[in-house]
């Protein structure tokens, strides 16, 4: 069983900073590349940062990068994004995602195991 649970959502303001983590259970990441992806109202999903199984690649959305970071600790199943200098632009509910394969950064665009999502809400 593959299960996904995103917690560290909730309110913050403008400039403040959030750590959300992405906890597997029934399986382990090891094998696993890693996405998050928001949706804010009235949009689709969208990709702000992808890490490979190992922890040795990583990317970003330009409109994340210099402010979020991704980073995972296989010993406890879990993968974080660090969220600082947070602006209203990145309310949204917040999803992590995996996905098995060697292909790097293509296994980064087609995720098929998905969470359930952890509501970020940033004031101004």
């Known amino acids: 069983q593959l299960q996904l649970v995103e917690s560290g959502g909730g309110l913050v303001q403008a400039g403040g900073s959030l750590r959300l983590s992405c906890a597997a259970s029934?399986?382990?990441?090891?094998?696993?590349?890693i996405g998050w992806f928001r949706q804010a109202p009235g949009k689709g999903r969208e990709g702000v940062s992808c890490?490979?199984?190992?922890?040795?690649?990583?990317q970003y959305a330009d409109s994340v990068k210099g402010r979020f970071t991704i980073s995972r600790d296989n010993a406890k199943n879990t993968v974080y994004l660090q969220m600082n200098n947070l602006k209203p632009e990145d309310t949204a509910v917040y999803y992590c995602?995996?996905?098995?394969?060697?292909?790097?950064?293509?296994?980064?665009?087609?995720?098929?195991?998905w969470g359930k999502g952890t509501q970020v809400t940033v004031s101004s």
């Open positions: 995602a995996a996905q098995a394969g060697s292909s790097w950064p293509w296994v980064c665009l087609g995720m098929d195991n």
């Open positions: 029934g399986f382990s990441l090891n094998y696993y590349a």
């Open positions: 890490i490979s199984s190992s922890g040795n690649r990583t």
